[in-house]
């Protein structure tokens, strides 16, 4: 069982920064794919940043020189740095695993975490 638990996210004001966190755990050998995604209410999920193992990264077109993922493949986590956050950035956000390859498994599997709010006040 592969599990991805987030951690970071609270109330902050327009402007500030905010780091959030994504732990994947179990019997893991090795993922493809990292990424975050957000969901504000009454729209649909969207992809906000993404990081191969290889380490090439994208990101969406609000948030490119205001946002930054990192991974650390040793530890299985993915960081998002958000800098410069403005209302607009309010939503849950969901950390994404695609292509995990645990032991004992046949097939690569994909993830989500359970979501951690951010809200940035104006």
């Known amino acids: 069982q592969v599990q991805l638990v987030e951690s970071g996210g609270g109330l902050v004001q327009a402007g500030g920064s905010m780091n959030l966190s994504c732990v994947a755990s179990?019997?893991?050998?090795?993922?493809?794919?990292m990424a975050w995604y957000r969901q504000a209410p009454g729209y649909q999920r969207d992809l906000v940043a993404v990081?191969?193992?290889?380490?090439?990264?994208d990101y969406a077109d609000s948030v490119k020189g205001r946002f930054t993922i990192s991974r650390n493949n040793g530890k299985n986590t993915v960081y998002l740095q958000m800098n410069s956050l403005k209302p607009e950035d309010t939503a849950v956000y969901y950390c994404?695993?695609?292509?995990?390859?645990?032991?004992?498994?046949?097939?690569?599997?994909?993830?989500w975490g359970q979501g951690t709010l951010v809200t940035v006040s104006s």
């Open positions: 179990g019997r893991i050998l090795s993922i493809d794919v």
């Open positions: 994404n695993a695609r292509g995990v390859r645990v032991r004992g498994f046949a097939n690569d599997l994909d993830r």
């Open positions: 990081q191969t193992s290889g380490g090439s990264v």
